[in-house]
């Protein structure tokens, strides 16, 4: 009789872990607490939008699952911290931290300004640096965890997205990979590269048929993604099934970069 036992671990089970995903009030972060719930884990939501989370949680308890709601600005950095604090008292801990809040800039290089800048930067950098590190320190004082920032194909090459979400995204990419290095063995740090996907964030470009066709155009899936399909790639970084992987790039991006 073949010895399964080894291969327990190899498989997307949360069942008795708890995750916190920030970003969770609407399109990605909201499909992958929901991949994340169905698969077992007890899910906090953090976002600024109050009614969203609370639709969330009817949501996740419907189907059977544990749902707290953490309301937030991550740019505020006191308001995360204590985010953080209350999500670690929920459990006792934290398994996870999935990070899909992030805020997007359609202005161009040429028009941008510092205050736009700054606003964005402090969203999707700074936010989501002392978010991890508030997370993160906890993880390493206690049994480890498994860290995913999701960031973008837009912080990889130029795929028609302005530079200023493009360079935060970029600079998230190497901050993973390097708190992946410093955190290492304990807490695990991976990104997840999505391309375009119909949310929120992209309904205006996506709703301009030229936008579309030039996306298409570069993307051998020949199709735009949706928000569920994230969720595959957040279940593989979160769990066992990864073990060893740390400081990544996921690229789910239809094969854009292929
Ligand atoms: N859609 C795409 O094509 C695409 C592609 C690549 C990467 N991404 C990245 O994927 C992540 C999710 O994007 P999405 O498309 O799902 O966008 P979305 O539908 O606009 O959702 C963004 C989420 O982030 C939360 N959020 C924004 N600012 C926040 C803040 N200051 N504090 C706390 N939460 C905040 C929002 O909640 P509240 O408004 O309730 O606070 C919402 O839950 C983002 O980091 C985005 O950059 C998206």
Redesign the pocket.
């Known amino acids: 009789m073949a010895d399964w036992g080894q291969f327990e671990t190899l498989r997307p089970d949360q069942a008795g872990t708890t995750s916190l995903v920030?970003?969770?009030?609407?399109?990605?972060?909201?499909s992958i607490a929901i991949g994340l719930a169905a698969a077992g884990a007890s899910v906090v939501g953090?976002?600024?939008?109050a009614d969203?989370?609370d639709d969330l949680g009817d949501e996740i308890r419907t189907g059977g699952g544990e749902f707290l709601p953490l309301v937030?600005?991550?740019?505020d950095l006191e308001a995360t911290a204590a985010a953080v604090a209350a999500a670690w008292r929920w459990k006792g801990g934290l398994d996870s931290l999935v990070?899909?809040?992030?805020?997007?800039n359609r202005s161009s290089a040429l028009e941008i300004s510092p205050a736009e800048w700054d606003a964005l930067f402090d969203?999707?950098l700074r936010?989501a640096f002392f978010l991890t590190r508030e997370v993160g320190r906890r993880m390493l004082d206690g049994n480890g965890g498994s860290i995913v920032n999701?960031?973008?194909?837009?912080g990889v090459v130029s795929d028609g997205a302005q530079v200023a979400?493009s360079a935060s995204?970029a600079a998230m990419i190497h901050m993973s990979a390097v708190l992946a290095d410093h955190w290492a063995p304990k807490v695990r740090l991976n990104c997840i590269?999505?391309?375009?996907?119909?949310?929120?964030?992209?309904r205006d470009y996506l709703a301009v048929e030229d936008n579309v066709s030039a996306i298409l155009q570069r993307t051998p899936m020949g199709r735009i993604?949706r928000?569920e399909e994230m969720v595959g790639a957040a279940l593989f970084l979160v769990s066992g099934m990864s073990s060893y992987l740390t400081g990544q790039n996921l690229l789910v991006d239809g094969g854009w970069t292929a």
């Open positions: 920030a970003g969770a009030s609407r399109g990605i972060g909201r953090l976002a600024r939008s969203a989370l937030a600005d991550i740019a990070n899909s809040a992030g805020a997007t969203v999707n936010g999701i960031a973008s194909l837009s979400y995204k590269s999505p391309a375009w996907v119909r949310t929120e964030m992209t993604a928000p």
